[in-house]
């Protein structure tokens, strides 16, 4: 995905909720929280960061799931129960599973988050790697960097 003003469509498993979004991402990341291991019954989950308005449910309607309380938004299809995409309370920006939308293959992450969490064995690929997360101060040279390598 590389043009700004490039549209993404994709769905849940079951197809009851569709999302569209109407730009590229800001970032690609694994994170390797405790948390997303559990709510994917994986090593990490992966996460395309937009900014919220380019995110819209075009088909069915979305459901709270995980922890359901602040600061985290997960959102969930109500027949299926795919986490789709999480919004966190007073940022900008959306984190869709890019293993939503129809053609994923661009969603390699560039940065893996939450290290020291990390089950030992679980590799990404990502070109960065932060032991938490990163500080607001990172976010510019990361977005820049990451929108250099196309």
Request: with cysteine.
């Amino acid at each position: 995905m590389t043009g700004a003003d490039e549209t993404r469509t994709g769905s849940c498993r079951c197809g009851a909720v569709e999302i569209t979004v109407a730009q590229a991402p800001f970032m690609t990341a694994a994170c390797h929280c405790t948390g997303c291991q559990k709510m994917t019954s994986s090593a990490f989950s992966l996460t395309a960061m937009f900014m919220a308005q380019a995110l819209s449910v075009t088909k069915g309607e979305t459901v709270r799931g995980g922890l359901r309380q602040p600061p985290l938004d997960h959102r969930f299809c109500p027949e299926c129960m795919t986490w789709m995409f999480t919004r966190i309370d007073g940022q900008p920006f959306v984190n869709v599973r890019p293993t939503m939308f129809d053609e994923p293959a661009w969603s390699r992450p560039y940065m893996e988050t939450m290290t020291a969490e990390k089950l030992d064995w679980a590799q990404t690929g990502a070109q960065r790697s932060f032991s938490g997360f990163p500080g607001p101060d990172d976010f510019p040279d990361l977005m820049a960097a990451f929108a250099e390598r196309g």
